[in-house]
RNA sequence: GGGCGGUUAGCUCAGCGGAAGAGCGCCUGCCUUACACGCAGGAUGCCACUGGUUCAAAUCCAGUACCGCCCACCA
């Protein structure tokens, strides 16, 4: 048969992956009689496309569940999309407005409609996207946020713990983004370290001379306007006597009392601190405990409101300069120092986030918290690597309420309602009289009256926090439900592992009674070759479809397996992948030849002893790959794995063995069958344990070297447990006299065609019949024309004289050719340095009375080992150079 | 302010108590009948610093110095 000498991924990926979806080969089967193992999918937002985080996560889990289906368990790997409610909103508002539209003008209903309209058209790019990696979700269970099924179970936990108390409706200060106009949650409220400036400001005392009173510091002087006090230490000398006086604030000339507050720090700033309650989340809290009036003078647009009068209607940091202004043309300025101070900014628009009083709903988290504490301190859910364990502990054990009411328009609508008529509502002046309900209310269930709709929506993340089982039809019982849930692991990356891996775990636990996954893997961020974070400012963002198109899926897939060392982020270098492109290549003309040699078909087994040491060698060394690769998975090591197989591929496989078949192939008979079978034998497994990595070429090549009625998806993954095979001994020194032998040609600048006669002196008979049963080999691998076993070296020049472990030899030029003796010694004289200094090493060691005494006996008895095998070493080098001298 | 990492070959990183490793890059030869996306060979390291524990430390402990990340309501 004839095949092309370079792979190409294009002709094959696509249509092995439609023969994959179409025959169901990724379907999970609860009628299987398998168990099961279950992922769920990160559901990537709506609006995505694919980057190279997807990249990541698509890879790593499709290598878990391949590898998982091919041991035999009934896999489902269940994909979807999340309706990301700020992401997408904004994304549709944009799209509108370039065809003039404004969200505001279409109304909720009609913007509604249109997002669902784009969904419908562009919703499902990230998936089709998600199949060019190969990914082998189950998409006969592809899932929504927003699936009735979906929006279900969000609308049965709001409804929940409102019931029991843990949701509530308050008045408090939040995350404001003016630019998105609505409320966050702390996790959305991202701090930046900015160098800014503090303005101390004097507050004149009331009736007292122009320049008394007290100088205040403060990092946003516009919020002055709103100011309701001025707090002091209650220990601090300085100020004790002007607590319970009042001073004016500046600009709107307001007379505040002055305060003392344990919260101030004596030595920040000037140790008096302007409070304003509306504005600060510290003064809000002070505020509250010396009943002060909130005076907002900063609305929800970020404009100033009525409140700040000559200021009112600017922008909020127009308004600082004009503030500042003033200040300092009123001399009330005493001065500008620097400083650095964190600034919250919105994590999807970037703009400065406003503290604002606003009415919110909140999930109370303690009552949730303890229990996914202690699930992950009992080890019920392990965190791998461990380290995200203790930040997760951490995070975890002074975890905040969380606002979930987002002042949105798409998303899971708030089940709650309001009546005008009696004021009856949720939070309202009753709060026996609920009015949170999974049925829709038509009028109020107290007065009769007419009812209004809470406008807001809930936070993406609330309905994020049951995917694990809203995906499985939870609150109902349903067949999936049961079998799937709860999943086997949750991988992702672990910049989400507030936003959701904690939040499922809480939920997961409160509404399902068990942890929703028992294993945590989270993978590094992807970064650009330098370990620079990817962003399009720096342009060094890599579309990971550019790299499909470029490398192939495969090789796309590989390099982020290797690359994916538990703990680090990664580092993604087109270079390597160039490496691993490569990689897929050798696999390809590996089975080029493999079918040159056998068929297409496989060949038949030949009787156990038929098989030469190399067979054995390269059997045992597959079945101990294939246990490694199989640890390694069970570990997460996913870089483990792709290394270990990469090299037995590359170097064990092909270096090796592929080129020591050659001589028993020629030999014919038994040997030569015996060489068939197994060359057919391991790279027909090697292809097995490849294909959770490399789907695709695995499965062509697969394919290609024998008839198959089924996939390679669905063959058994090899476990390596057989132990059928065992190395014969000597085979390690055969192949270190073929790379001594290698290294004189080498270093003669002999090429590669010149063919040499050598003469081999093996140390015991053992190494001799290793030696003499592999001739053909060591001929063929070293390029010589004869071979000849002899009980002492040649004496006469031009014999190049070498040693290896066990073996001393000599070569020659079979035509003519000389020896460069001087390079020859200097040769030998540097190997014979290098191995003395090893031998005094071991020699030290051993010479040591507690090394011999508290050492391991096996530790000690290597040493020795190591120790004679210099000795012995560096004895065969000194009679080479001496031979050479004669 | 609290927490978590990192410092090993020119670069990106493995190894985490018993002979210093990989990929890329570099140097020397090779179109050897699977593959030049290839073959063979080679060079390269006070494993950040300082102490300690140990028969034995790149590996464990403590401290120092840089670098990075996360959390947090220091005005």
């Not at 368990?73 to 979807?80: E, F, N, S, T």
């Not at 400001?201 to 510091?217: F, P, S, W």
């Not at 090789?555 to 490569?582: H, N, Q, S, W």
């Not at 066990?806 to 191995?835: H, I, S, W």
Request: net charge neutral; hydrophobic share 40%; charged share 25%.
């Amino acid at each position: 048969m004839e095949i092309a000498t370079r792979y190409d991924p294009k002709e094959c990926e696509e249509r092995w992956y439609a023969r994959w979806e179409e025959s169901g080969a990724f379907t999970a089967r609860p009628d299987s009689g398998k168990p099961p193992y279950t992922i769920v999918i990160p559901p990537p937002n709506v609006t995505g496309v694919l980057h190279s985080g997807h990249a990541m996560f698509v890879t790593l889990q499709d290598i878990l569940v391949r590898w998982r289906r091919m041991q035999g368990y009934d896999a489902l790997w269940l994909p979807g999309t999340d309706h990301a409610g700020i992401a997408t909103q904004m994304v549709v508002s944009k799209e509108l407005e370039k065809q003039g539209l404004s969200r505001q003008a279409l109304g909720r209903e009609k913007f509604i409609e249109k997002v669902w309209e784009w969904r419908g058209e562009k919703g499902g790019a990230i998936l089709s996207q998600l199949r060019k990696l190969g990914a082998s979700c189950d998409w006969t269970r592809t899932r929504f946020t927003l699936d009735p099924p979906l929006s279900n179970a969000v609308r049965t936990a709001f409804v929940r713990l409102y019931e029991e108390g843990l949701i509530y409706r308050g008045h408090y200060m939040i995350n404001w983004c003016p630019s998105c106009g609505t409320a966050l949650s702390d996790l959305e409220a991202e701090h930046e370290e900015k160098q800014g400036s503090l303005w101390h400001i004097l507050y004149r005392l009331e009736g007292g001379a122009l320049d008394e009173g007290l100088v205040v510091a403060t990092t946003r002087p516009e919020t002055l306007l709103g100011d309701t006090a001025v707090a002091v230490h209650p220990g601090d000398e300085r100020y004790k006597k002007w607590i319970g006086k009042r001073v004016m604030v500046p600009v709107v000339n307001r007379l505040v009392p002055v305060v003392a507050d344990q919260m101030i720090d004596r030595e920040f700033g000037t140790g008096a601190v302007k409070i304003t309650p509306a504005h600060d989340p510290n003064d809000f809290e002070a505020g509250k405990r010396h009943h002060l009036e909130e005076i907002a003078v900063i609305g929800h647009d970020g404009k100033m409101t009525s409140n700040a009068g000559p200021y009112a209607g600017q922008d909020r940091f127009a308004a600082r300069k004009g503030i500042v202004k003033q200040l300092e043309s009123e001399g009330l300025l005493v001065k500008i120092e620097p400083h650095k101070s964190s600034v919250a900014h919105c994590q999807r628009c970037h703009t400065i986030v406003e503290p604002a009083i606003s009415n919110q709903w909140f999930l109370k988290i303690e009552p949730l918290a303890g229990p996914a504490i202690k699930a992950v301190e009992s080890g019920e859910i392990k965190i791998i690597p461990d380290h995200w364990r203790k930040v997760y502990l951490n995070w975890m054990g002074d975890i905040h309420d969380w606002c979930i009411s987002r002042q949105l328009w798409w998303g899971h609508r708030i089940p709650a309602w309001y009546c005008d008529s009696c004021g009856n509502g949720a939070g309202g002046e009753d709060p026996q009289r609920r009015m949170v309900s999974m049925k829709d209310l038509g009028s109020c269930p107290y007065c009769g009256g007419a009812v209004r709709r809470d406008p807001d929506v809930l936070d993406t993340w609330f309905s994020s926090q049951l995917w694990p089982f809203s995906t499985m039809g939870w609150p109902e019982k349903t067949a999936d439900f049961e079998r799937y849930y709860p999943t086997a692991v949750m991988e992702t990356g672990y910049d989400i592992l507030f936003f959701w891996v904690a939040r499922m775990i809480m939920a997961g636990l409160k509404f399902t009674g068990k942890a929703p996954f028992k294993e945590v893997f989270l993978h590094g961020l992807v970064r650009d070759a330098k370990g620079r974070k990817m962003s399009k400012t720096l342009g060094n963002v890599v579309d990971p479809l550019d790299l499909i198109e470029q490398y192939g899926a495969d090789a796309v897939r590989f390099t982020l397996a290797i690359l994916c060392v538990p703990g680090t982020d990664v580092a993604l270098d087109t270079k390597r992948m160039e490496g691993y492109r490569a990689f897929a290549n050798k696999l390809w003309n590996a089975a080029r030849y493999v079918m040159m040699q056998a068929g297409d078909r496989e060949p038949e087994e030949p009787a156990k002893d038929d098989l030469g040491p190399w067979d054995l060698w390269i059997l045992s060394e597959f079945e101990k790959t294939a246990r490694s690769a199989n640890e390694a998975l069970e570990a997460f090591k996913f870089y483990e794995a792709a290394d270990l197989l990469y090299h037995f591929t590359w170097h064990s496989f092909c270096d090796w063995y592929l080129e020591a078949s050659k001589p028993a192939i020629q030999a014919g008979g038994n040997r030569a069958a015996a060489a068939r079978w197994t060359l057919f034998k391991v790279l027909e497994g090697t292809l097995r344990l490849l294909h959770p990595i490399m789907p695709f070429v695995t499965e062509e090549l697969w394919q290609k070297i024998a008839p198959r009625d089924g996939f390679i998806a669905d063959a058994a993954y090899p476990s390596g447990k057989e132990g059928d095979y065992a190395a014969p001994g000597h085979l390690a020194v055969v192949m270190e006299l073929v790379n001594k032998m290698r290294n004189v040609r080498a270093e003669r600048g002999l090429s590669a065609s010149a063919q040499l006669e050598a003469v081999v002196v093996p140390a015991d008979d053992g190494l001799a019949k290793a030696v003499e049963g592999s001739k053909d080999e060591i001929r063929f691998l070293a390029r010589l024309s004869s071979l000849s076993l002899a009980s002492s070296l040649p004496d006469e020049q031009p014999w190049a004289k070498g040693v290896s472990g066990g073996c001393r030899f000599a070569m020659r030029a079979a035509t003519a050719g000389e020896t460069d003796a001087g390079r020859e010694r200097q040769r030998l004289e540097n190997d014979l340095k290098k191995v003395l200094a090893d031998h005094a090493k071991f020699a030290a060691k051993l010479a040591n009375p507690s090394f011999a005494e508290r050492a391991p006996a096996e530790v000690v008895e290597k040493s020795r080992k190591l120790m004679e095998e210099y000795a012995k070493k560096a004895e065969d080098i000194r009679s080479a150079i001496q031979s050479l001298k004669d």
